[in-house]
T-cell receptor, first 116, second 111 residues
Framework: GAVVSQHPSWVICKSGTSVKIECRSL??????MFWYRQFPKQSLMLMAT?????????EQGVEKDKFLINHASLTLSTLTVTSAHPEDSSFYIC????????????FGPGTRLTVT | QKEVEQNSGPLSVPEGAIASLNCTYS??????FFWYRQYSGKSPELIMF????GDKEDGRFTAQLNKASQYVSLLIRDSQPSDSATYLC???????????FGKGTMLLVSP
């Protein structure tokens, strides 16, 4: 299957600071990537759809000014959590679909964010 | 409205038994169906997908799709403790770029 990486795998930051998470498709080009958030023992929640070369599409209730998404190339999307607060502590996961099998969605390993 | 429903479980089975996980979906136009496994603290891993009615087998896993009844299931034969995880059902609904996920069923396989 296709490989998606994320960096960092975990990060601890202080309240009020910003954190950038990178998502890369390693062996395919992804025009679309997806960002999810998952709180402990809860289901995946889609935050936004990241489109290469254009603005991201955010799900209802997700603050686009707080969660900045940039999809600058066909293999890289970034999520920046701005002015992070403890309630932003969560598991952030990206996913992407290879062009050869656009219905299949492969997930990165996730980034665990802890805001103190 | 797009919905994917799963029993949250936990589903407990003894080692060596068959585990049966079920999923129903609301949109009759759904085209593709996926099963992901998610271990605690890890991201989901794609294990099976099925597009046509009937059964699809891959090793110990069998996916079953019944579009008329709008359900898809996953059978795990010879269950192992290492199969203990949450299994997510996902559906590709026309008009949506991403998959629609169920909330997952937790499977516990006891030695």
């Amino acid at each position: 299957g296709a490989v998606v990486s994320q960096h960092p795998s975990w990060v601890i930051c202080k309240s009020g600071t910003s954190v950038k998470i990178e998502c890369r498709s390693l062996d395919f080009q992804a025009t679309t990537m997806f960002w999810y958030r998952q709180f402990p023992k809860q289901s995946l929640m889609l935050m936004a759809t990241s489109n290469e070369g254009s603005k991201a599409t955010y799900e209802q209730g997700v603050e686009k000014d707080k969660f900045l998404i940039n999809h600058a190339s066909l293999t890289l999307s970034t999520l920046t959590v701005t002015s992070a607060h403890p309630e932003d502590s969560s598991f952030y996961i990206c996913s992407a679909s290879p062009p050869s099998s656009s219905y299949e969605q492969y997930f990165g390993p996730g980034t665990r964010l802890t805001v103190t | 409205q797009k919905e994917v429903e799963q029993n949250s479980g936990p589903l407990s089975v003894p080692e060596g038994a068959i585990a049966s996980l079920n999923c129903t979906y609301s949109d009759r136009g759904s085209q593709s169906f996926f099963w992901y496994r998610q271990y605690s603290g890890k991201s989901p891993e794609l294990i099976m997908f099925i597009y046509s009615n009937g059964d699809k087998e891959d090793g110990r896993f069998t996916a079953q799709l019944n579009k008329a009844s709008q359900y898809v299931s996953l059978l795990i034969r010879d269950s192992q403790p290492s199969d203990s995880a949450t299994y997510l059902c996902a559906v590709k609904v026309p008009g949506y770029s991403t998959l629609t996920f169920g909330k997952g069923t937790m499977l516990l396989v006891s030695p």
